[in-house]
């Protein structure tokens, strides 16, 4: 089940790091497939260009006791439904680790983290377990890309610092190109709920409006709790999956969050020239105003600014920050040692210092958003949040 990100970017990004040496591959089949891509390798070719044996399952690779006790960190690039599944047996890998005094096992998962709400928490629960009962555990972070660059660090920063005040209205709008990818019935697994009858819906909010609850919840500090949501959306008429929505999220504090979200935008992310996402966030608070927009393909479309109140100018004063890195979303660029999502799960592995982006705790938020988000749009009605 390995997907397009793993093949084509965290497995060429890990093998360029010298710091890393990959230990195993995880695949069922001899030639992965990808609708996204026809030239995925079979996997004897990934053993022979990787140096490392290929294992058709999780619990296969774990029961391996020469290899297993050797892996550092594992990292979930499987379809979106059976994320719970890999990363429910990493876990309790990891608490037999701890029982015997073994060393940590850290996991970076693809988004979203789960598909259904009860899976996130199952997670939460074993995540917060190992934290309770047991040594210093490893690390349990979320690909959201966007999450670990330095503008969104500096946002968060100063969320956490106060300069914003009290959090009273964010408003974020996002359109993305992959309409082509929705409206192609080959693409079950973007267009289709799971078999298992617990996945609501499938689409452009699991598929992409992950990236933005997610980055909003980090900025927000914990500061940002979802509590209803009301949501319609419209689908693609040739597989049914959800292509645009437009929601209100209702949070703790009377904070109102108005989020919408479109695959509508022409063009392709895969293109020469690529057509990038379109983001723009503002986050309005009781002491100023945070923007960041811009083309997630061109770092000059946008910036990070921070607007405050002033004598001088009744427009307020500007400050930008992350000054002159200008808009730096998603990081999808090919080549390197990867995104800095990757690059932190590293310095996780190898010990080091690490920036969490996006943690449990964000991953549960965006779950419990985007499953509320589809029981609206079925019912027509505001949903609370399943907690």
Known sequence: MLSFVATFISLAALNRNVGVRLVAIVEPSEHPRSTLNDNLEPVSALATRYKCPIFRSTGELLADSSLADEIDGAIV??????????????????????????????ILMEKPMTTNVLEAKKLHQLVGKRQTNYRSSGCFLLNHSANYREQTKAAHNLVRDGRLGAIRHIAVSFAAPPIWLFDDPANEGWNKPDSTGTM??????WGQS??????????????IQPRRVYCIMNHSETTGADVSHSATI????????????????????????????????????????????????????????????????????????????????????????????LQNFVAACSGKDFYPGADIKIGLMTVQTIEAMYRSQNSGLVEDIKN
Not at 269 to 274: L, N
């Open 77 to 106: 690039c499987t379809p979106h439904s059976t994320h719970f599944e890999v990363g429910e047996l990493l876990l309790r890998e990891d608490e037999r680790r701890a029982e015997k005094g073994g060393k940590a096992l850290h």
């Open 200 to 205: 609501l819906g499938n689409g452009f909010v």
């Open 210 to 223: 992950s990236h933005v609850l997610a980055w909003i919840f980090h900025v927000g500090c914990g500061r």
């Open 250 to 341: 209702h949070c703790e504090g009377g904070i109102t969050f108005s989020l919408s979200g479109t695959s509508l935008l022409p063009g392709c992310e895969y293109s020469d020239p690529p057509v990038g996402k379109q983001v723009n966030i503002e986050i309005f608070g009781s002491d100023g105003s945070l923007f960041y927009s811009g083309n997630d393909h061109d770092s000059a479309s946008g910036r990070l600014e921070f607007r405050v109140g002033s004598d001088e100018n009744e427009y307020g004063k500007i400050e930008e920050l992350c000054a002159p890195m200008g808009f730096l979303f998603e990081n999808t660029a090919e080549g390197g040692i990867g995104p800095e999502s």
